[in-house]
């Protein structure tokens, strides 16, 4: 005949499986507890964030389209340190000034361009001044020595409000759908909690018939 295999032997190998099912389990509460929390907090302020910075992109969009006035040669007059220039070799010229006459890094307001406060800085980590358009957003261009460079960088930002209001408006959609799906994701089941539970039963009985061959045995 074959051999019993002893109670305790049994005991430690369905203790080996039960655990393994535990840890499991384990870890799909604590995903849904981060689910939770993402459908609670996380992803609908990140909602709100996205759909205010879309609000103040259309609202730079429409105040940049009112205040862009370009004389006949095509360029808008630009304001730096009360002093209106006319011209794209003055107005470069007098940021590169501007530039040079900090001394300190911490942003101050040196005019305005198109309808934009213009504020100016030094990063100290990247060692580069920043030149930071102000309205309803904040839009930063990283200035250089070339003096049409500099008014080109600033156009190029302003003129790309539009795509980066789209690549805004496609996180927003990608953020809601990831709303939906952690909504459903956080209603399923533990897949295994049958066979957990069947498994913790039977664990149970294999304790109890270990304690009836300690008894014995003793």
């Not at 993402?38 to 609908?44: M, N, S, T, V």
């Not at 909602?47 to 004389?71: C, F, S, V, W």
């Not at 261009?141 to 960088?153: A, K, S």
Request: glycine fraction near 6%.
């Amino acid at each position: 005949c074959v051999p019993a295999i002893p109670t305790s032997r049994k005991r430690w190998t369905w203790t080996l499986m039960w655990g393994r099912l535990k840890l499991l389990k384990a870890n799909h509460l604590s995903q849904k507890y981060n689910l939770e929390d993402l459908i609670l907090k996380g992803l609908p302020q990140k909602i709100a964030g996205l759909e205010q910075r879309i609000t103040g992109y259309k609202k730079d969009m429409e105040h940049l389209a009112e205040e862009t006035k370009p004389n006949p040669d095509g360029f808008s007059p630009m304001v730096v340190h009360e002093a209106e220039y006319r011209r794209e070799k003055a107005a470069g010229t007098a940021i590169l000034e501007a530039c040079k006459a900090m001394t300190s890094p911490e942003a101050i307001v040196i005019g305005a361009y198109r309808g934009f406060t213009m504020e100016l800085s030094f990063d100290t980590f990247r060692r580069e001044y920043q030149l930071t358009l102000c309205h309803g957003l904040h839009h930063t261009v990283t200035l250089g020595t070339d003096i049409y460079g500099n008014l080109q960088r600033i156009d190029n930002a302003l003129e790309g409000l539009e795509s980066r209001l789209k690549a805004v408006e496609q996180t927003l959609d990608d953020t809601k759908a990831q709303l939906d799906t952690a909504k459903l994701e956080v209603q399923k089941p533990f897949a295994q909690e049958e066979e957990l539970a069947a498994k913790s039963a039977r664990l149970e009985e294999l304790n109890a018939l270990l304690k009836i061959d300690q008894r014995d045995n003793e």
